[in-house]
């Protein structure tokens, strides 16, 4: 480049051209940002609407708009009604719960099996009949592959005779194997990361090898299965289309609730609304205070 | 991937099992399993009516199946010592995944050739290849399948972007964390509170923001009216949700680039379309590819914005394989046909997988 002087041709050249790109960083990550967060912007701020607001197009509260409970109430959760009975609270804390227990109790099953097929994958070779290791990798990873309309209709017939129907266990088992290949994606490239001597040492020291995997090898990969567990978890959360075959009344969880609200007479826009952000709001806050694990889970297969 | 040949730990084992031991074990397979299938022959035999008594479900056959599992499990150790304790690491995963995908599968083979539909009283009845036949004339299924061709090709637009973003969030910025998190929230979200946040709200044709926009700019809004225009919008809800997974692997391999390279195409003087185009994206190829192959892998699973959004319409545009088969259950009961279309995706998506990963793998590695 041309020596730079200041308030030399060359140097103000250098420097428009610096600002120029600047502003147009900024201005596509602006861009982009708003079109991330309008749609959820445009939810949570229709849930306080009344009808009026919704058809005049108020976008900005208490300027455009006075918010109103009117959406949450049809939840039976507005400040007037938290203190009495609701037929609708409980409806939807229910659900609510179902989702939890579903989406946790899943994720912590993939990440305990996930993480212990890792971690033998990546220390030991096996043979099972004509598998080897990279056999038995490809077998647990091709399961990514496999659609879940596949299994709908066998699950659906298996599961009415086992009396599994609309029941938690049943849906747990699915979303185990749904996640549990992403996990053991993510588990085995950590457990590529860690070296063997540590291993190595402990076994020395008169542990077994699983007392050194307990001991040694899983506080250091705790992140790593904390950032499986968080992906499986959102996974597991949004998960409908197992959901709305195979659960009916009791097991159904919040994504099968908020579409089966869709058809009824017309749309009942606030309360809609209402539900739609009490269903993403818990993964909003997951995603802004655990975002860096769930990058890093993410990470773990892209880069090796 | 390379294989080690050996363990990679290796353990120093003196196993003295004695042979009395190592028959216990093999006995509490066998007998559990003896178990398994004693009950379900029971079974079988209570509900097509040949044995009196026998249990509502087919639930003891389950528990049987779980304690024979468990059984399994312990042998590894009892027969095998310190190797079986090894095998343990895998088998329970390997069980589980085995007895979830393998026998639905199989079972699912059997239903694929059958008329079954839950409404009739009559059970499945094998029907040979009709169901082959009905799909072969089925329109609907080919116009399905026709979709999914698109909605693959859209990742092509999905990745662009991605990468776009990416580069943006690698530059040098303010407010890194802020931008990072807001670009990741819309993989949060369900895409059934997606497809009621954007596809029923945000475009409902009379008060939507968007409609609203648009007839503020002339147009008048129509967004499922038209084939091409609802399949575009499916496209734009689906990418909205799944860009930032593409992004974030795309980032972490901008992150893990190595600087010297880049630092020395800018001392050669390449201006940044160049050295993008000549260092970045070569790079960058392996991590592109396996974004692009996850992110179809995801894209062939397509269902929920279409069944919650359009249902299909209008007259099967936005129809994907899977939001078509939810249909024919969902409003036909007919679990027969529906099997047998189902497993013929998954055969064909296996064969375009499989090419897929052929036809990349050579950009997977790294250029020298």
């Not at chain 1, 600047?22 to 959820?40: D, E, H, K, S």
């Not at chain 1, 997951?286 to 993410?298: D, P, Q, R």
């Not at chain 2, 919008?233 to 930032?244: L, N």
């Amino acid at each position: 480049m041309t020596a730079v002087f200041k308030d030399h041709d060359a140097d103000n050249r250098v420097k428009t051209k610096w600002w120029a790109s600047r502003i147009a960083i900024y201005a596509a990550l602006l861009t982009w940002a708003v079109i991330c967060l309008f749609p959820i912007f445009w939810t949570i701020t229709t849930s306080f609407k009344l009808a009026p607001d919704v058809m005049k197009g108020n976008l900005i509260p208490w300027v455009d708009f006075t918010p109103r409970w009117k959406g949450w109430e049809s939840l039976g959760l507005s400040p007037r009604l938290i203190g009495e009975v609701s037929t609708v609270r409980e409806e939807f804390l229910k659900r609510f719960w179902n989702s939890t227990i579903v989406s946790i109790s899943a994720s912590t099953l993939a990440v305990v099996m996930g993480s212990l097929a890792a971690y033998g994958l990546s220390r030991f070779s096996y043979r099972f009949g004509f598998m080897r290791n990279s056999d038995i990798s490809f077998f647990f990873l091709s399961q990514m592959i496999l659609p879940p309309v596949v299994l709908a209709l066998p699950f659906l017939v298996l599961y009415k005779s086992l009396a599994l129907l609309d029941s938690r266990v049943g849906l747990i088992l699915l979303y185990t194997l749904m996640v549990l290949p992403i996990v053991i994606w993510i588990m085995r490239d950590q457990f590529q990361g860690i070296p063997v001597e540590l291993e190595e040492a402990a076994l020395v020291d008169g542990l077994g090898i699983w007392g050194a995997f307990l001991q040694i090898v899983l506080p250091i990969a705790l992140p790593g299965m904390v950032a499986a567990f968080i992906l499986s978890l959102v996974l597991c959360w949004n998960e409908y289309f197992f959901a709305a075959l195979l659960t009916a009344t009791n097991a159904t969880t919040l994504p099968v609730m908020v579409a089966s609200q869709t058809g009824s007479q017309g749309i009942n826009w606030w309360s809609m609304a209402a539900l739609s952000s009490a269903a993403i709001l818990p993964l909003v806050i997951v995603a802004i205070f655990l975002e860096k694990y769930i990058i890093k889970g993410m990470a773990a297969g892209a880069v090796k | 991937m390379t294989a080690p040949e050996g363990d990679l730990l290796h353990t120093v084992t003196a196993d003295n099992i004695p042979e009395a031991r190592r028959r216990f074990g093999k006995a509490i397979v066998w007998g559990s399993a003896l178990l398994v299938v004693a009950l379900a022959v029971w079974q079988m035999a209570y509900e097509t009516g040949r044995v009196a008594s026998g249990f509502e479900t087919w639930r003891p056959v389950l528990y049987a199946y779980m304690l024979w599992a468990t059984a399994l499990c312990a042998a590894q150790v009892i027969v095998n010592g310190e190797k079986g304790k090894r095998t343990l690491f895998v088998l329970p995963a390997a069980l589980f995944v085995i007895s979830l995908v393998v026998f639905p599968l199989l079972f699912a083979l059997y239903i694929s050739f059958t008329d079954w539909n839950l409404a009739s009283p009559n059970g499945p009845q094998p029907n040979g290849w009709d169901n082959m036949r009905e799909m072969w004339n089925d329109g609907f299924y080919w116009n399905a399948l026709k979709n999914m061709v698109y909605y693959v090709l859209a990742v092509s637009v999905e990745y662009v972007i991605a990468f776009g973003l990416a580069l943006l969030l690698n530059a040098q910025i303010r407010a890194r964390k802020f931008f990072r998190v807001v670009f990741l929230l819309p993989l949060m979200l369900s895409p059934v509170a997606v497809s009621w946040m954007i596809g029923k709200s945000m475009l409902e044709i009379r008060f939507g923001p968007i409609s609203r926009v648009l007839r503020e700019m002339g147009v008048e809004p129509s967004f499922f009216g038209s084939p091409e225009i609802a399949r575009f919008w499916i496209m734009a809800m689906d990418a909205w949700t799944f860009i930032p997974f593409m992004m974030i692997m795309l980032l972490a391999g901008l992150q893990a680039l190595p600087r010297e390279v880049i630092e020395a195409s800018k001392v050669d003087g390449a201006t940044g379309w160049q050295s993008f185009r000549e260092v970045i994206f070569p790079l960058m190829l392996p991590v592109s590819v396996t974004a692009i192959v996850i992110r179809i892998i995801f894209k062939l699973k397509l269902a929920d914005i279409i069944i919650n959004v359009t249902s299909g319409g209008p007259g099967g545009a936005t129809d994907s394989v899977t939001s078509f088969i939810f249909r024919e259950y969902r409003d036909r009961s007919n679990v027969g046909y529906g099997t047998l279309l189902a497993m013929v995706y998954l055969v064909l998506i296996v064969i375009f997988v499989t090419l897929l990963l052929k036809v990349v793998s050579r950009w997977m590695e790294r250029p020298a």
